[in-house]
């Protein structure tokens, strides 16, 4: 388990989704953030206390988690020398993104020197089985979205929480840096060597109780050209008896493709349930997710009112408007 408080790093962020790790640790998590960390140029805030790496071990910072997600994620060289600096001061180092911070050199001579630790979090703890696609007792619901960053994580959690309130058995299951950052534990998907994907969800999400849920976290999206790979093992070894589909509707074009528009949630519907039904014939999409934090309050209000109407399913903003209709939809 990762000490706390922690010191935020958002390096050099383009924009407020590449710190989107952060976003959702302060957002789930708020207890345990101390402050935020930029370098120049960085184009997302948090709304935490700016803190240089001294200022933020002077108030008890315990770890520096890297809370910036670029495509590819790499650990740019731009970063290094805070990682250092952090280090050296006796703060543990935590990061999601694929190259570990256990290959920089610098950094583990520094941490070895102060006797910190590094934690890569995107790193497969276990030996996962191949998929089998077998049947199993329990619950579980999927997110899934028209693209990559849409509010798929925030959705499973927000259904977990109203879920727990109203007495009902849950678990949210990490299947993501920040997801796992969260909650302590889970899969780290795209790690995962891929003939054991599906198998490592069939692992994540085991048979249980007939009462019991597990929400799911989403990844990427079937039509993203870079990451559609990783959310058909979620279909196929989560083996979803309900899927929830999560929308951003200020989107022009896929999260870093400028030449790939989106698909509607009627293609993202058909699609998803075609690819489901090959391991639960019984799938069913209960409701749609719209992440409406682009849009002032009216605006949000109009555009759930018109996907709900348009697809005949509870449409919300889960992290607005709270959970609980999409947590009915599910018994219907």
Same mark, same amino acid.
């Given at each position: 388990?990762?000490?706390?408080?922690?010191?935020?790093?958002? $390096?050099?962020? %383009? +924009? =407020?989704?590449?710190?989107? !790790?952060?976003?959702?640790?302060?957002?789930?998590?708020?207890?345990?953030?101390?402050?935020?960390?930029?370098?120049?140029?960085?184009?997302?805030?948090? $709304?935490?206390?700016?803190? @240089?790496?001294?200022?933020?071990?002077?108030? &008890?910072?315990?770890?520096?988690?890297?809370?910036?997600?670029?495509?590819?994620?790499? *650990?740019?060289?731009?970063?290094?020398?805070?990682?250092?600096?952090?280090?050296?001061?006796?703060?543990?180092?935590? @990061?999601?993104?694929?190259?570990?911070?256990?290959?920089? =050199?610098?950094?583990?001579?520094?941490?070895?020197?102060?006797?910190?630790?590094?934690?890569?979090?995107?790193?497969?703890?276990? +030996?996962? =089985? *191949?998929? +089998?696609?077998?049947?199993?007792?329990?619950?579980?619901?999927?997110? !899934?979205?028209?693209?990559?960053?849409?509010?798929?994580?925030?959705?499973?959690?927000?259904?977990?929480?109203?879920?727990?309130?109203?007495?009902?058995?849950?678990?949210?299951?990490?299947?993501?840096?920040?997801?796992?950052? *969260?909650?302590? #534990?889970? !899969? %780290?998907?795209?790690?995962?060597?891929?003939?054991?994907?599906?198998?490592?969800?069939?692992?994540? @999400?085991?048979?249980?109780? %007939?009462?019991?849920?597990?929400?799911?976290?989403?990844?990427?999206?079937?039509?993203?050209? @870079?990451?559609?790979?990783?959310?058909?093992?979620?279909?196929?070894?989560?083996?979803?008896?309900?899927?929830?589909?999560?929308?951003?509707?200020?989107?022009?074009?896929?999260? $870093?493709? =400028?030449?790939?528009?989106?698909?509607?949630?009627?293609?993202?519907?058909?699609?998803?349930?075609?690819?489901?039904?090959?391991?639960?014939?019984?799938?069913?999409?209960?409701?749609? #997710?719209?992440?409406?934090?682009?849009? &002032?309050?009216?605006?949000?209000?109009?555009?759930?009112?018109? !996907?709900?109407?348009?697809?005949?399913? /509870?449409?919300?903003? /889960?992290?607005?408007?709270?959970?609980?209709?999409?947590?009915?939809?599910?018994?219907?």
């Amino acid at each position: 388990m990762l000490k706390t408080p922690y010191l935020l790093f958002l $390096g050099d962020a %383009p +924009d =407020p989704l590449a710190a989107k !790790v952060a976003q959702g640790i302060k957002d789930w998590r708020p207890e345990h953030c101390l402050g935020q960390l930029r370098l120049e140029g960085c184009k997302a805030d948090l $709304g935490l206390p700016d803190f @240089s790496v001294a200022e933020a071990r002077a108030r &008890g910072a315990q770890t520096l988690v890297v809370g910036a997600a670029n495509r590819g994620g790499v *650990i740019s060289q731009k970063w290094l020398a805070t990682l250092v600096e952090a280090a050296e001061a006796g703060m543990d180092i935590a @990061s999601g993104l694929h190259n570990r911070l256990t290959s920089l =050199p610098d950094l583990v001579a520094a941490a070895k020197r102060s006797g910190t630790e590094l934690f890569d979090v995107r790193v497969p703890q276990h +030996d996962y =089985p *191949i998929g +089998d696609g077998k049947r199993r007792a329990g619950k579980r619901c999927l997110a !899934v979205g028209t693209d990559c960053s849409v509010g798929k994580m925030y959705t499973a959690l927000a259904m977990e929480k109203a879920m727990r309130e109203a007495g009902m058995k849950a678990t949210f299951r990490a299947t993501g840096q920040t997801g796992i950052l *969260i909650t302590g #534990s889970g !899969v %780290p998907l795209d790690a995962v060597v891929a003939d054991f994907m599906a198998g490592s969800i069939e692992w994540l @999400s085991p048979e249980n109780e %007939p009462d019991h849920w597990d929400l799911i976290e989403g990844q990427g999206s079937l039509f993203h050209p @870079s990451f559609s790979g990783v959310t058909l093992a979620l279909i196929h070894g989560g083996q979803p008896d309900a899927l929830v589909l999560c929308h951003e509707p200020t989107r022009t074009h896929m999260r $870093g493709l =400028p030449h790939y528009g989106l698909p509607s949630l009627e293609e993202l519907r058909e699609l998803t349930l075609a690819t489901a039904r090959i391991v639960n014939p019984d799938v069913k999409v209960t409701g749609i #997710s719209v992440n409406t934090a682009a849009l &002032g309050e009216d605006e949000a209000v109009q555009c759930l009112r018109e !996907v709900e109407a348009r697809m005949r399913l /509870p449409a919300v903003d /889960p992290f607005r408007q709270g959970a609980a209709r999409l947590v009915e939809a599910l018994n219907v």
